[in-house]
């Protein structure tokens, strides 16, 4: 029985599934070159979400311009953290990532909460109020703005990757890092470069969530898990694992709640997580590499 | 299984033999004769509110320790701490046995859950098995919040106890610490230990050893979970009343912070990790007015407008870069730290006697 | 040479804690005068508790700059002395021990504050095992001081463990706040009384069509809490309300499309948010920006805070909000305390007060009268002294225009008159502020209404 409301909460499930895919791009990015998962991921969304908060209320800048300078802002923060962090735990025991993860977990948290305060914050976007509709199915401009958004994103990364030297070499990395080493890959820079991607792309994801949903410092847990669990679905390290695996994250989530109401919204998640790992334990696209 | 059962008993003999000729035992000694007095001299409050956690934590981190000594990080073993606490409350309420029963019968099911848990989790790599773990406790909360009819979960209720709180409590705690921490012991020092230790540095080549990974695994988690459920009891006890909230994401992340700071895979680390962030939860608060005359709005440096209480979120700031530098600069935990003080201590006291 | 060393430590430590131990035996309370000590229980890790805070710390420092509470015993006056105890999100298993620290280690003699229904359950039997008086300033949950014998343990059934047999226990625990039934019931008035008729004379309806209520909650305690005692309510004085469709999410939620679209379909006139500021203000925009439900929103108490109209924005505007303390109605104020209590806090902290705070703010008048009633900081005679308060009323107003605690089945509750705000655009401070829509007068205050309720501009009501 196809209602309205049903195509509605399709429409919702791609329209939260794109967010989601941002940050799932990014966290399969690094994983795929560096072989490492960062659960502070969603942290970096909440960091991002703020920097934009920060740029559009102090200097008034457009909201969707302040989308760049967040993920300028957390793509430093993301050197910053394989410098300092990852690059140390890199190559060691692999619970030793996780614990990492933990500790940054609290410090971006209680930062956040100590430069910002607890309250809830939001964005505004100069298309506020402003919606599309077409008989009974709205859509908010917002929400068409940001799925074109992360089009164009992903359409620009697969440039950098496919076209680009700095993308070469990440895709050499990935593969074979004995090989690509030896062939001159500088990897410690590769690396840098491939945090940062991976950063930005959170910052991205941050800076449209804020303008969407409102948030406060704790908000970069569920995402995270998310995420998470749209790489495991996808496969780890297939990006375009990660864009199906979102729409279909997306849609299951927002139709699974229209039918058995919102409880289930997040339990439906992992459930499916759980399914399509027992039944085939290296996603549906398979893993890449190893 | 004869066999079985005189080869396992003569290779506990074995071990306990050899501990006992150790260096350690001393050390096993004193503190547990420490342990025994400290409670008789200090208030109500502290038996109550620090030691006893102390040790019930112990087990819970150690629990920990056991499972991710085979490779397997769990994310989620909060749920097993939750479903232990509320099945042996639920237990005891509801089919009228003794409390102390429920506790046994809420780890035995702890564990049952453990092995079904394990069961999706054999053939899943690190991080995979994180996020299930993680995934799976969320599952359970909201499994046990939907039959809130039955389990009360949302509300909560208070757990039928089984001894009066305070020194009884205390000493119960103990025992069932000491027993408990020793099985794990046990069996980490046995074969099936080596087996998980294999299995910990390189799957691949165990496997090609002929071990069975995915009965050793399981193995891991049953007896893991069957301890993290008989911590949960025991937790319920000491807090009196039993809520979901004990479910939650941080009680997930505290064994692996307290294995990690206290020394992950050895027997110690988890015991001195909750000591240290038990005394750290129930003692750091104080200097919370003291941060907030520095750094508070009100304070010597405002540093932080936006925040009317900078005590917390600083304290927490501090834990996480206490936890990021223990990994990054000392990923054995404090413990071996500690241990070379104590030997350089005893260097310097020797060479002042000769 | 090992043994001997551990003799050493083992020795070392038991002197340091033997001379541990003596000292605190001799932290006996002491007979002479000293501060009164008041623990407020309250969440810094919640905005809600951080107002609690605030307005504690005002009215304590403005009972001990008018010179403290006379103790009659000591024949001087002392000061009260704040004791934070900070139970970080207030839920159970945070509460329970920083409310047992301040109880056996710090000793208070009085406890004020408690935000959410499962905390303070769970951290009262402390207070209640020590008889400890504690005035409860948060929890809408009424089993707080219905769960003992004297309300016939709240409905509770035979068995429940949350039945609690202590009736002098229970007898130290005070209600000073509104519960899911006292607020439900305004709010399901409000529409049968004002909001029906204005649809019947906006859209020609039939009298005989009832109102059309969807609910929207969040799932625990408090939610469930209002849905069925709205519903309740609607049975017992036959209200002419159907509640068309009711559903309900996760805690953890952050957004609600899908909930919404359901609710549309459902064709609703109305709907009840039931949750906190967040999560409402979301709510009421999603539903309006993302899924074009045009319908008129009403908002639960606990988002009267300065945080909800900042995130609402322009959202807000003609919306509805059931309150019980309003300093976005005025000036002028319905109260003149109000008047004094908003300058005040706006000097000390640069905000404008929630409603959280206000409850606690009198909680401590409450408590300084008592203790000067009773003459003593001894714990029975206080209590004795609040259960036989009849203070006028203060931020929060009454039935009877004074602050009385009940003894009957609504055991040691007060009487508090809550009331519909409408949100208005204001583009003075590019918020929206309030004004009272129902009811018309309340016996302590007279008039109380400031404007007759208006559908909101764009409304949709639901199907004929």
Partial sequence: ?290 | ?354 | MQKSLIVILVVVIIVVAGVAAAWQLTQVPSAEARNIKIGLVAGGQLAEGQDMDRAAKLAVKEINDAGGVYVAEWHTSVEIELVSIDTVDDSNSKSVGPVTQAVEESQVDLLIGGYTSSGTLANQKVAIDNRVPYIITGASSSLVTRRGPQANYGGLPEGSELRIDDAEGMSYMFHYCTTTADYSATVVKFFAEEMKPLLETTYGFNASRNLKLAILYRNDPFGQGVVADSKAIIDAENLPIDVVIERSYPTTATNFQTDLTAIKEADPDAVYVVDFIANTAEIIREGQADVGLNTVYIAVECCEDPAFYTLLGEYGSDQLLESKFAPYAGPPYYLESIATYVTNYQEEYNTLPGMMGADTYDAFYIAADAIERAGTLDKAAVRAAIESCALDQMLIITETGKIQFSTGTDYHEIAPVTFIEQLVWNEDVNECRSVIVYPATAEGVGTLKQASFALPTGYEPGSP
């Fill in chain 1, 1 to 290: 029985m196809i209602t309205s409301g049903l195509i509605q909460a399709l429409l919702w499930g791609v329209a939260s599934g794109c967010i989601y895919i941002l940050l799932a791009t990014g966290l399969n990015i690094i994983f795929g070159v560096m072989k490492l998962v960062n659960f502070a991921h969603g942290q970096l969304l909440m960091i991002g979400a703020y920097i934009a908060f920060t740029v559009t209320t102090a200097l008034g800048l457009n909201a969707y311009l302040a989308i760049l300078v967040a993920m300028g802002a957390v793509a430093l923060i993301g050197v910053g953290l394989e410098r300092f962090t990852f690059r140390k735990v890199l190559g060691t025991d692999k619970l030793n990532e996780i614990f990492v993860s933990l500790g940054l977990i609290y410090v971006f948290e209680n930062a956040a909460a100590l430069l910002w305060g607890n309250t809830t914050r939001q964005i505004s976007s100069p298309l506020q109020g402003l919606q599309l509709s077409i008989g009974q199915i709205a859509i908010s401009y917002d929400r068409l703005s940001s799925i074109l958004i992360v089009v164009v994103i992903l359409v620009a990364l697969f440039l950098l990757l496919k076209k680009t030297k700095i993308g070469l070499a990440m895709r050499a990395t990935s593969q074979k890092i004995s090989a690509s080493m030896l062939m001159g890959v500088n990897t410690e820079k590769v690396y840098m470069y491939t945090f940062a991607l991976g950063a930005a792309l959170a910052g991205a994801a941050g800076a449209l969530y804020g303008i969407i949903f409102n948030f406060n410092p704790t908000i970069g847990a569920l995402p995270t898990i998310k995420a998470f669990a749209i790489i495991i679905i996808g496969g780890l390290g297939s990006i375009p694992g990660a864009v199906v695996g979102g729409l279909l994250y997306g849609i299951a989530e927002n139709t699974a709640v229209y039918f058995l109401g919102g409880v289930w919204q997040d339990a439906i998640a992992f459930a499916l997580l759980i399914i399509v790992l027992v039944i085939r334990p290296t996603g549906i696209f398979g893993e890449k590499g190893e």
């Fill in chain 2, 1 to 354: 299984m004869k066999k079985l059962f005189s080869d396992s008993f003569s290779s506990i003999k074995r071990t306990i033999i050899t501990f006992s000729r150790s260096q350690k035992f001393s050390f096993v000694i004193a503190a547990m004769a420490i342990a025994a007095i400290v409670p008789l001299l200090v208030n109500n409050y502290t038996v109550n509110e620090v030691l006893t956690p102390m040790l019930i934590f112990a087990i819970y981190a150690s629990s920990w320790n056991l499972l991710a000594s085979s490779g397997q990080g769990s994310l989620g073993h909060a749920a097993f701490l939750g479903i232990g606490g509320f099945v042996s409350a639920l237990i005891a309420i509801k089919t009228g046995v003794p409390p102390i029963i429920g506790l046994f019968l809420g780890s035995l099911l702890s564990a049952a859950v453990g092995f079904l848990v394990g069961l999706t989790c054999v053939r899943l790599k690190a991080w995979f098995l994180a996020m299930v773990t993680f995934g799976f406790s969320v599952i359970v909360v909201t499994i046990f919040s939907e039959l809130d009819d039955f389990t009360g979960a949302v509300l909560g209720f208070p757990t039928p106890l089984i001894v009066d709180r305070g020194l009884p409590f205390y000493y119960l705690t103990f025992a069932i610490a000491a027993v408990s921490i020793l099985t794990m012991y046990l069996v980490m020092k046995s074969k099936i230990g080596l087996a998980f230790k294999a299995i910990h540095q390189n799957e691949f080549e165990a496997k090609m050893v002929g071990i069975n990974t995915a009965k050793y695994r399981l193995i891991a988690f049953v007896i893991s979970t069957f301890f993290a459920g008989l911590a949960g009891g025991l937790y319920a006890q000491s807090i009196q009343y039993i809520q979901v909230s004990v479910f939650g994401a941080e009680y997930s992340f505290l064994p692996l912070m307290m294995c990690v700071i206290g020394g992950l895979g050895t027997i110690e680390g988890p015991i001195v990790g909750s000591a240290i962030i038990v005394a750290i939860d129930s003692y750091l608060p104080r200097i919370d007015p003291f941060l907030n005359g520095l750094l508070g709005q009100d304070g010597l440096i405002p540093l932080f407008p936006a925040v009317s209480n900078v005590g917390s979120p600083l304290r927490f700031l501090g834990l996480g870069l206490f936890l990021l530098v223990i990994v990054i600069f000392a990923p054995k935990g404090l413990t071996p730290l500690m241990k070379k003080a104590y030997h350089n201590l005893r260097r310097s006291l020797k060479e002042e006697k000769n």
